[in-house]
């Protein structure tokens, strides 16, 4: 869910493997993963990677308002 803060040059790759790595984790343990990222233009925003995915500010409010829609059991921040 929420980051640190937007990414720097160099950082991307790395995002994008602990997000990937982490949506596959979730779902080898037989639940759904919901991505929620502001960037589209990351590979973890493929449409083939988590069960659902929001493009969303990562702000508290918009974070919760997902949260408060699908109610997950657990958030990976």
Same mark, same amino acid.
């Given at each position: =869910?929420? *980051?640190?803060?937007? $990414?720097? $040059? *160099?950082? *991307?790759? !790395?995002?994008?493997?602990?997000?990937?790595?982490?949506?596959?984790? $979730?779902?080898?343990? *037989?639940? !759904?993963? $919901? /991505? =929620?990222?502001?960037?589209?233009?990351?590979?973890?925003?493929?449409?083939?990677? /988590?069960?659902?995915?929001?493009? !969303?500010?990562?702000?508290?409010?918009?974070? =919760?308002?997902?949260?408060?829609? !699908?109610?997950?059991?657990?958030?990976?921040?």
């Amino acid at each position: =869910m929420p *980051g640190s803060g937007p $990414i720097r $040059i *160099g950082q *991307g790759v !790395e995002f994008d493997y602990a997000t990937v790595h982490s949506v596959k984790a $979730i779902q080898a343990a *037989g639940y !759904e993963a $919901i /991505s =929620m990222n502001s960037n589209p233009e990351t590979v973890s925003t493929d449409f083939s990677v /988590s069960n659902k995915l929001y493009f !969303e500010p990562l702000t508290f409010e918009d974070v =919760m308002n997902v949260i408060d829609h !699908e109610k997950p059991k657990g958030e990976v921040v």
